[in-house]
């Protein structure tokens, strides 16, 4: 297996990841019945957000914090949901490529995570 390397590296990985984690029985709620994101709109701010990260082009503009916490206001993103995200993210990159930016995607995924269940579990007073 390849490392992650190009933007169509990254597509592959959003794509294969999203196909199983909107169908997840634990967070799939998330994506389709509580934010009831639009993939054509979602996919490609998450395929310039991966390319910032991982292959160090600003092309990614926006917060996905603040985005998080009108969901988190409908349902609680708790930890065992940050946790499946994790490994269903996880999953889907060790199916896929191996390597320098492979680990890494997977330990920028764990950081978010964090801090992500951190700031939900403030923002509900937790």
Avoid: C
């Avoid at 060790?94 to 997977?106: D, K, L, P, V, Y």
């Amino acid at each position: 297996m390849k490392d992650i390397a190009t933007r169509e590296d990254i597509e592959i990985l959003v794509n294969k990841f999203y196909d199983k984690v909107i169908k997840d029985d634990l967070i799939g709620f998330f994506f389709t019945d509580i934010a009831k994101i639009d993939l054509s709109k979602h996919l490609p701010k998450m395929y310039n957000f991966w390319e910032s990260i991982l292959l160090g082009n600003p092309v990614y503009e926006g917060n996905p914090m603040r985005v998080h916490f009108p969901i988190n206001e409908v349902s609680a993103l708790e930890e065992r949901h940050f946790n499946r995200w994790l490994q269903i993210w996880e999953e889907t990159i060790h199916e896929n490529f191996e390597g320098e930016n492979t680990e890494t995607a997977i330990a920028r995924a764990l950081n978010i995570a964090r801090i992500m269940n951190h700031k939900m579990a403030n923002a509900r007073g937790n």
